[in-house]
């Protein structure tokens, strides 16, 4: 095998960015498509705004589930092509669930692909860390954090309109069908690993993988960044659509699915964070990123379309800003298994998904729309706390 490591511009290395960035779009196109359709979905199925987030939730639970066992299959498999199996399961699954007769059983099927979702973080910034140059590692996991932004925004403003106009479930099915091209062009991009060894870890191993990682007091506050932040930052997003339709502002969905757009300062503010981090330190970009995302969130407080509409683009860009910081960080200061670091960071990041993006509907119920921005705001605020106290400057 060869020892060099892919440097910046070389077509191995183009080819490996490319092919990360069209499987986060297959993951996160599949993983958000019905958030844009919970109206539709909650009218249509005749379930509770919480209740219809669950649709979402589902999935992310099962991706938190599913990111610690992927991480051993790529181990012992290749990081290539677990993801490509987990990928492709996960769009028979998507089928599945607009094809079951029920909301529960929907819901059941969601579960299983977000399982199989799972695959793909739980082993794309392994599969990154190990081919790039380490000088250029958070740069080219930033620009895998754009891919997946692309593809959060992709899937909602597609499957919203389309929904609009011809049901829920066509929206849902025209977002897997464009999963599929780029699950096809990972297959065709995606470079052979060079820097890949197999290996199957027993029972013990694995559990000591694990715990070992969780001996850290830094990787902790690194894993709850992921938690605090993400649930927080689903839970806007959840509930949204039903504020905009509500008095005074009354939009119709196709037109509240444009704030999805927002999404495209996720695109550009990921890779930046990780040039940034190089030249000042992660820790830094870290609390200014978080910074940004809670001046955000207070913003959609005021009453006006426009600012709510700017709030969201802040709090958007400093989310994904900090999240590939900490995304990165989790598997550079790994003390065990780097991919099982970067499976707990992610257990932890759709584990908040699940349990906030759900809450934030019993907060929009008991205090409306201000009660789910507290919510958030004190997330975050606890997130940049534990940053603040406990990480290493550098």
């Given at each position: 095998?060869?020892?060099?490591?892919?440097?910046?511009?070389?077509?191995?290395?183009?080819?490996?960015?490319?092919?990360?960035?069209?499987?986060?779009?297959?993951?996160?196109?599949?993983?958000?498509?019905?958030?844009?359709?919970?109206?539709?979905?909650?009218?249509?199925?005749?379930?509770?705004?919480?209740?219809?987030?669950?649709?979402?939730?589902?999935?992310?639970?099962?991706?938190?589930?599913?990111?610690?066992?992927?991480?051993?299959?790529?181990?012992?498999?290749?990081?290539?092509?677990?993801?490509?199996?987990?990928?492709?399961?996960?769009?028979?699954?998507?089928?599945?669930?607009?094809?079951m007769p029920t909301f529960?059983?929907?819901?059941?099927?969601?579960?299983?692909?977000?399982?199989?979702?799972?695959?793909?973080?739980?082993?794309?910034?392994?599969?990154?860390?190990?081919?790039?140059?380490?000088?250029?590692?958070?740069?080219?996991?930033?620009?895998?954090?754009?891919?997946?932004?692309?593809?959060?925004?992709?899937?909602?403003?597609?499957?919203?309109?389309?929904?609009?106009?011809?049901?829920?479930?066509?929206?849902?099915?025209?977002?897997?069908?464009?999963?599929?091209?780029?699950?096809?062009?990972?297959?065709?991009?995606?470079?052979?690993?060079?820097?890949?060894?197999?290996?199957?870890?027993?029972?013990?191993?694995?559990?000591?993988?694990?715990?070992?990682?969780?001996?850290?007091?830094?990787?902790?506050?690194?894993?709850?960044?992921?938690?605090?932040?993400?649930?927080?930052?689903?839970?806007?997003?959840?509930?949204?659509?039903?504020?905009?339709?509500?008095?005074?502002?009354?939009?119709?969905?196709?037109?509240?699915s444009l704030i999805f757009?927002?999404?495209?300062?996720?695109?550009?503010?990921?890779?930046?964070?990780?040039?940034?981090?190089?030249?000042?330190?992660?820790?830094?970009?870290?609390?200014?990123?978080?910074?940004?995302?809670?001046?955000?969130?207070?913003?959609?407080?005021?009453?006006?379309?426009?600012?709510?509409?700017?709030?969201?683009?802040?709090?958007?860009?400093?989310?994904?800003?900090?999240?590939?910081?900490?995304?990165?960080?989790?598997?550079?200061?790994?003390?065990?298994?780097?991919?099982?670091?970067?499976?707990?960071?992610?257990?932890?990041?759709?584990?908040?998904?699940?349990?906030?993006?759900?809450?934030?509907?019993?907060?929009?119920?008991?205090?409306?729309?201000?009660?789910?921005?507290?919510?958030?705001?004190?997330?975050?605020?606890?997130?940049?706390?534990?940053?603040?106290?406990?990480?290493?400057?550098?």
């Amino acid at each position: 095998m060869s020892s060099e490591r892919l440097q910046p511009g070389s077509p191995p290395y183009r080819r490996l960015l490319a092919a990360l960035f069209f499987i986060g779009v297959a993951t996160f196109a599949q993983l958000y498509s019905p958030q844009g359709l919970l109206p539709l979905i909650a009218v249509d199925l005749g379930v509770t705004p919480d209740e219809s987030a669950l649709m979402i939730s589902a999935a992310t639970l099962g991706l938190a589930l599913g990111v610690i066992p992927w991480s051993y299959i790529g181990d012992a498999a290749g990081r290539k092509q677990a993801m490509l199996a987990a990928i492709s399961l996960a769009c028979v699954f998507a089928v599945l669930t607009v094809a079951m007769p029920t909301f529960w059983l929907a819901l059941t099927m969601r579960l299983f692909e977000g399982f199989m979702l799972g695959g793909v973080p739980a082993l794309a910034v392994a599969y990154l860390n190990e081919e790039v140059s380490a000088k250029v590692a958070a740069v080219a996991a930033g620009t895998y954090i754009a891919g997946t932004t692309i593809g959060g925004l992709s899937g909602r403003i597609i499957a919203a309109p389309i929904g609009e106009q011809l049901g829920w479930k066509t929206g849902m099915l025209v977002v897997t069908g464009i999963a599929v091209l780029c699950v096809l062009a990972f297959l065709k991009l995606a470079p052979r690993a060079q820097h890949f060894t197999p290996g199957r870890s027993r029972f013990g191993e694995a559990v000591g993988q694990l715990l070992g990682n969780l001996r850290s007091a830094a990787l902790w506050v690194i894993y709850l960044q992921g938690f605090l932040t993400m649930g927080g930052f689903v839970a806007m997003y959840n509930y949204l659509a039903f504020y905009l339709a509500e008095p005074p502002f009354g939009l119709p969905l196709w037109l509240t699915s444009l704030i999805f757009l927002a999404y495209l300062a996720g695109t550009f503010s990921s890779p930046r964070a990780g040039a940034l981090a190089t030249r000042y330190g992660r820790k830094t970009v870290l609390i200014g990123g978080n910074l940004v995302m809670i001046s955000g969130v207070v913003l959609t407080l005021v009453p006006n379309l426009w600012v709510i509409v700017t709030g969201v683009v802040v709090l958007t860009a400093g989310f994904f800003a900090a999240h590939a910081i900490a995304s990165g960080w989790a598997g550079a200061s790994a003390v065990a298994g780097r991919s099982q670091s970067a499976s707990l960071y992610n257990l932890g990041y759709y584990g908040g998904s699940s349990v906030f993006g759900y809450l934030g509907g019993t907060f929009l119920y008991w205090a409306g729309w201000p009660g789910t921005v507290g919510m958030v705001a004190a997330l975050a605020v606890a997130a940049t706390l534990l940053v603040v106290m406990v990480l290493p400057r550098n």
